[in-house]
């Protein structure tokens, strides 16, 4: 049998959504290992061999089948054979819109209904298989989120299967890091607050991140949030994210500031004193149970525990903007933008407030200037050393921050 080769997936979608095609992965049927091996390809994964082109480095991978054995990523038999055709490695793939391939005379190969799909802006599913990988509940809100600007929507059948996946526990199976990348992922999409709603619609935000769902009907005050419930504040500033350029680690961050509020006190409500003290433990939670890199967890910490601290600049005395400098290592790591990006989508993230001024912002930064702008030895050179060095040295600090002036708007 001659080995053909299909271009598949992400790129045959992208491309008739007109959409860049920024990556192309490959099927090859009717070939083995040593076969491309042989023609040098460089083999990558063991349970799922995945081949290196020797000249692109683009993903080559032999059609397969799977078939569910036990829980989790690694609860599937895998069979790899020259026999197995383009249309049953489709199969096993999640959404039809994923599901189709070009063959090398360009002809599409279609077998699901994915271009009808791409027409009627439907995520569906491909088959009932779909049901045996509970990370498809995550990529189906991911795909939901980054699609949502070209009126995609999740078809019922298919929320209905993820309710499924959700009630049996199979979530709990999920391997942190995958579900973490899915997440982190969706954080950066187009419209973040659609990949939120969608885990609730499929019942599985409160098995995945139960301290976000616990903010879905707490009253705020509504003097300060005119959409008074604190998850719909949540899916406000989420999109805001993508406004700001925020990227991924702000879309966490922002994800996670408010969590405090998930647990105040029913006799307290609506007013929540205290929140960016009591989020922190959940905020390190989550970033335990997905076992999230340092530098994301970082940015969550900070902006959960000073997001309020931000917001209060304008007025904020220069002893006080020192100490936020502080607080945030600013001195030693002085990159202030996915903060004060999280910051200002918590800011704007309001009910009919989107489009408010954040002068906040500029404060800081020119504070940040005006502090570096001292150095230590122009302090020294008044014949001071020792501890008190660092002191006049902040003093120092502090008085250049309160020569500043920041326009209004800025």
């Known amino acids: 049998m001659a080995a053909t080769v299909y271009l598949v997936g992400g790129a045959v979608r992208d491309e008739l959504l007109g959409l860049e095609v920024k990556e192309r992965d490959w099927v090859v049927t009717g070939s083995t290992p040593g076969a491309l091996l042989a023609q040098g390809y460089r083999q990558v994964g063991a349970s799922f061999p995945v081949f290196l082109h020797p000249q692109t480095s683009e993903e080559y991978a032999l059609a397969r089948t799977e078939r569910k054995q036990g829980h989790g990523y690694h609860g599937f038999s895998v069979a790899f054979d020259p026999d197995i055709t383009i249309e049953q490695d489709l199969e096993r793939r999640d959404l039809t819109v994923n599901a189709m391939a070009r063959d090398p005379d360009g002809k599409l190969v279609d077998p699901f209904g994915g271009c009808r799909d791409l027409e009627d802006r439907v995520l569906r599913h491909v088959s009932p298989a779909f049901e045996e990988d509970p990370l498809r509940v995550l990529r189906v809100a991911r795909f939901a989120a980054r699609f949502a600007p070209l009126g995609f929507r999740v078809h019922p059948d298919t929320l209905a299967l993820m309710r499924r996946i959700a009630d049996s526990g199979e979530l709990a199976h999920l ?38 769902e616990a903010l879905f009907g707490v009253p705020q005050p509504e003097r300060y949030h005119p959409e008074v419930d604190t998850g719909e504040h949540l899916l406000l500033t989420l999109d805001m994210v993508p406004r700001l350029d925020g990227g991924e680690d702000v879309g966490v961050a922002v994800l996670l500031h ?5 647990v105040t006190d029913a006799d307290q409500l609506p007013s929540h004193a205290g929140h960016e003290r009591t989020g922190l433990p959940l905020v390190e939670a989550v970033c335990e149970r997905f076992r999230v890199a340092n530098a994301t967890r970082r940015l969550a910490l900070q902006v959960c525990a000073h997001h309020l601290d931000c917001h209060r600049l304008v007025e904020a005395r220069p002893v006080t903007v020192m100490k936020l400098l502080e607080r945030l290592d600013a001195f030693r790591q002085p990159d202030l933008a996915p903060f004060l990006a999280a910051c ?18 500029e404060r ?5 200037r005006a502090a570096q702008a001292v150095r230590a030895a122009d302090v020294a050179g008044q014949g001071v050393t020792g501890k008190a060095l660092g002191e006049a040295l902040r003093r120092a600090r502090i008085d250049a921050i309160g020569q500043l002036t920041v326009e209004p708007g800025q």
């Open 175 to 212: 391997v942190p890091e995958r579900a973490w990348s899915e997440i982190r992922r969706a954080m950066g999409s187009a419209r973040p607050s659609q990949f939120i709603r969608v885990l609730r619609e499929g019942g599985a935000l409160v098995a995945l991140l139960p301290e976000v």
């Open 258 to 262: 408010d969590l405090g509020k998930g």
């Open 344 to 361: 200002e989508a918590d800011y704007r993230g309001r009910q009919g407030l989107q489009d408010r001024d954040y002068p906040q912002a």
């Open 364 to 368: 800081l930064r020119a504070a940040l």
